[in-house]
């Protein structure tokens, strides 16, 4: 049994403070495996915190902020009080928690909604797991401690107008200029942009892509962000711009000298949270369904009790169900050091997938009430096509399988 000192001693914390300081609505969570056997004490305590958290501060205002297209950002510091920014990192102030208990941080973040969740992963994922894996010690030490309390936002640019999927096509470029770089390009669909302080940018240069901190303010870089979206509405999503952008030396991470691979590492980090994540999203429409399937009457009976109905049901069951035991294992391998690359895609490739699906067929099952915001599962639904896009698409994820099992890559 993990110790609730030590490594996640600020996770802990935070736990006694949430709990004492909340009301409790109850969720009863959708465990048929009984997967929570396997979970540690201290997993299933943070489980509990997190889905606490969510229910009470996340759920009560995200219909609010998915009509408006806001992101709450009040919430920032909360998830930095909390613990659950690059909660699997160690040092640097960061809560050091097991992979199981990061994906089910993820997995609750995103039963309430997966802009929230989207948020936790820029910020641990993708901005600051590349300070900690291929930074200096002095871009940890500045960074990481104020990224994981959210006083700090940080993103993540790597896919441009011209290459989404192909992201080694990438045109922005950092040239040597003096004692520093020269940046010149534009980022597109980047999440936090324009609230992040520090943009962890991939550009080319003489010696191949490399990633560099751009903090914000600095002359030459600008941001804007995108509206219209009708998916991850209560999330900031942006463009960057980099004209004659001036960034020094020390702006470089240096581990990212391993190019192209180092920007994908940070990807598996990112997509390992989203499998977790698109289970909670599932779970949140399949409650939802099951509670309305029971209490909605038609020709006499309670929905639920109509064949057809049940098949769905028992076919979101049985996928969520499926998706936690991949996850669950993912988690072991991950936690060991012996997570491949690919294993990560299919489980963010299958999750995804089913949690998709899963949301259609809840919102069949609320026939017209489906398509209002009175509950969640329209706004999961919407929220699942932009999963299936990003962090690889669905198409990518099945050729990287396809390649690992082959041997023949279909991209080149
Ligand atoms: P390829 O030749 O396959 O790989 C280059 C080198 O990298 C290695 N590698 C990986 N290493 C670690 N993790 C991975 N996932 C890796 N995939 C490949 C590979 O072994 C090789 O190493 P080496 O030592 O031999 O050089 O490169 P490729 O150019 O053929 O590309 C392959 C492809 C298409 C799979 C890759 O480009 C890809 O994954 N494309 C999808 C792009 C993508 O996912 N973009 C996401 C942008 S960020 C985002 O969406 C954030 S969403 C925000 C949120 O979560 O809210
Ligand atoms: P394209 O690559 O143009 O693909 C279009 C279609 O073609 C897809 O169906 C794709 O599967 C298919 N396709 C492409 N190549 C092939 C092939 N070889 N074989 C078969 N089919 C193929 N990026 C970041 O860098 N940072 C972020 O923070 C970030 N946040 C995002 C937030 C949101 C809300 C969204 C929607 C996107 C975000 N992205 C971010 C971008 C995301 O990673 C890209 O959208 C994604 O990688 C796909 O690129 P694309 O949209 O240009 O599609």
Known sequence: MSSL?????????????????????????????????????????????????????????????????????????????????GANLRGYGCAGVSEVAYGLIMQELERGDSGLRSFASVQGALAMYPIYAFGTE??????????????????????????????????????????????????LWITNGTIADVAVVWARTEEGIRGFLVEKGTPGFSAREIHGKFSLRASITSELIFQDCRIPSASLLPGSEQGLRAALMCLDQARYGIAWGAVGAAAACYDAALKYA??????????????????????MLTEITKAQL??????????????RHTQISLAKMNN?????????????????????????????????????????????????????ITGLSAFA
Not at 47 to 64: G, H, M, N, Q, W
Not at 370 to 387: A, C, K, Q, S
Request: aromatic share 6%; glycine share 10%; proline share 4%.
């Open 5 to 85: 000192s030590g490594r996640g001693t600020l996770l802990s914390q935070a736990i006694f403070h949430s709990l004492a300081g909340i009301s409790m609505e109850p969720f009863a969570g959708l465990d048929y495996y009984r997967l929570d056997e396997l979970y540690s004490d201290e997993e299933r305590l943070i489980r509990e915190t997190v889905r606490t958290f969510v229910d009470a501060e996340v759920l009560p205002i995200i219909e609010a902020h998915h009509r408006q297209g806001t992101f709450p950002l009040h919430l920032i510091p909360r998830l930095g009080e909390l613990g659950l920014l």
């Open 326 to 339: 991949l996850c669950h294992r993912l988690g072991q391998l991950k936690e060991a050091g012996q997570a």
């Open 294 to 315: 029971k209490a909605r009457v038609q020709f006499d009976r309670p929905i639920a009790g109509f064949q057809l109905v049940q098949q769905k049901l028992v076919r």
């Open 138 to 187: 002095a871009q940890q030490k500045d960074w990481l401690p104020r990224l994981a309390r959210g006083e700090k936002v940080g993103c993540f640019g790597l896919t441009e107008p011209d290459h989404g999927s192909d992201p080694a096509g990438m045109v922005t470029k950092a040239v040597r200029r003096g004692d520093g770089y020269v940046l010149n390009g534009s980022k």
């Open 352 to 404: 995804v997938e089913n949690a998709r699906e899963i949301a259609r067929l809840a919102r069949e099952i609320l026939g017209a009430a489906g398509i209002v915001d009175e509950y969640p599962v329209i706004r999961h639904m919407l929220n699942l096509e932009t999963l299936y896009t990003y962090e690889g698409t669905h198409e990518i994820h099945t050729l990287i399988l396809g390649r690992d």
